[in-house]
């Protein structure tokens, strides 16, 4: 089984979002039967079916060309579609009726932290629609992953940062009632859910001396 709802994967421009959204079609390629769709521009991982039906489809660069390529894959009843960029009100509108329907929605959003994610999607709609769309939202969100990359200490590799979010009923109920100003503090105290803010995640990397105190200072936000 997969479950369905939206997935979000945010970061700057260069925070290795293409590559985790292919770390996860991969793992979900390999254990599951499942068909999955993906519109990407450009396309930067090929993905060749495992277990899964793998589609690929490569999108022009400029909104209408996801928003088209979102509806034509919404009529050909993937179980898991991938959305390369959440660009504009009318993809993002589509992204949230997929994850809706019982489609595994995964998509990146350039947001440097959960919370500017959850933010960032209600604030494109109009002001007549925000509400409707926080709780779509509130309902459907499985998890939001902010991710940036650090310099290892021994200067060669880059590693990983994350702050992660999931949408338990608390956080689901801050998203519906416009209280987005108190999820850091539900990321900060949702360890027991498997939650971390990004300066936690530094923390573990500086403590493991995988990267360095003034390298997690850089990414601080």
Known sequence: MHANGLLLVTGATGSGKSTTLAALLHHLNTTQALHILTLEDPIEFEHVSVKSLVQQRAVPGHSAG??????????????????????????????????????????????????QAVERLVDVFPAEEKSLVRSQ????????????????????????????????????????????????????????FGMQTLAQSLEKLVTSQTISPAEANRHVT
């Open 66 to 115: 996801f928003d088209t390529a979102l509806r034509a894959a919404l009529r050909q009843d993937p179980d898991v579609i991938m959305v390369g960029e959440l660009r504009d009100l009318t993809t993002i509108r589509l992204a949230l009726a997929a994850a809706e329907t019982g489609h595994l929605v995964l998509a990146s959003l350039h947001t440097r932290s959960a919370t």
């Open 137 to 192: 939202l509130s309902l459907s969100l499985l998890a939001v992953v902010t991710q940036t990359l650090c310099l290892h200490k021994d200067g060669q590799r880059r590693v990983a940062a994350h702050e992660v979010l999931y949408a338990t009923p608390a956080v689901r109920h801050l998203i519906r009632e416009n209280k987005t100003a108190q999820l850091p503090n539900a990321l900060q105290t949702g360890a027991q």
